[in-house]
């Protein structure tokens, strides 16, 4: 069984780039969600997608975007970067549909991003 | 706004002693999560307690839900110096997909050997 992945590591950019970060969710399964954590922070979500559709999204504004493949990996895109963007990005990955909210999530190490 | 709040912030016992962190959220949930995170690093699903479960086991966690009071707490026993994280709840209540979880800001742990 694969767990989730992210890439890159790491990531400095300067404020107004566009970045895209990139997870793989584990095997089996059809749902991504993107985590932001601010340091001291707990993660807060950003959107879910599930089956390639958007569902569910978080305060967030739209220059956060994303994308879901056939294969369930997913990019989380973030245009006009600012100051306050920088932060880890989580990704989880979790087996969606139905009567299935007792399905725990599982979360790949992250993307450090720092915008200087 | 995050739903849910950790208390206490920090916490720091020594080898061995048990160590409570409580969680309060706000509306009503599906379930409940605790995770643990080393260094910013990913988290780790530590239970996940379902709302109509009042108490959940696993290794040396217990973890407790009282839904009247919107509130849960993770009982770690004979804690060591590897239990050193940052542990957080967090709660789900949408009815088909996992994932969409609000999580509270964290309870600090240190365990000094």
């Known amino acids: 069984e694969t767990g989730v992945t992210q890439s890159p590591t790491h990531l400095i950019k300067t404020r107004g780039q566009q970045v895209t970060l990139r997870c793989s969710s584990q095997s089996g399964h059809n749902t991504v969600s993107w985590y932001q954590q601010a340091l001291g922070q707990g993660p807060q979500f950003i959107f879910q997608y599930y089956r390639e559709e958007e569902n569910g999204r978080g305060n967030f504004p739209p220059r956060f975007s994303g994308l879901q493949f056939p294969n369930y990996s997913s990019e989380l895109n973030v245009n006009a970067l600012e100051l306050d963007d920088s932060a880890l990005y989580l990704c989880?990955?979790?087996?969606?549909?139905?009567?299935?909210?007792?399905?725990?999530?599982?979360f790949g190490p992250g993307t450090r991003l720092t915008v200087l | 706004s995050q739903q849910g709040e950790e208390d206490p912030q920090a916490l720091s016992i020594q080898e061995g002693e048990n160590a409570t962190m409580n969680c309060s959220y706000k509306t009503s949930i599906n379930n409940l999560q605790w995770y643990r995170q080393n260094s910013g690093r990913g988290l780790v699903h530590l239970i996940l307690i379902r709302s109509n479960e009042r108490e959940k086991h696993s290794g040396r966690l217990r973890v407790t839900l009282d839904t009247s009071k919107k509130s849960s707490s993770l009982l770690i026993t004979a804690s060591r110096a590897a239990d050193t994280a940052s542990y957080f709840c967090?709660?789900?209540?949408?009815?088909?997909?996992?994932?969409?979880?609000?999580f509270g800001d964290g309870t600090t742990l240190t365990v000094k050997p």
């Open positions: 989880a990955s979790s087996l969606g549909g139905g009567r299935v909210s007792y399905n725990e999530q599982f």
């Open positions: 967090a709660t789900d209540s949408d009815d088909t997909n996992a994932g969409k979880s609000t």
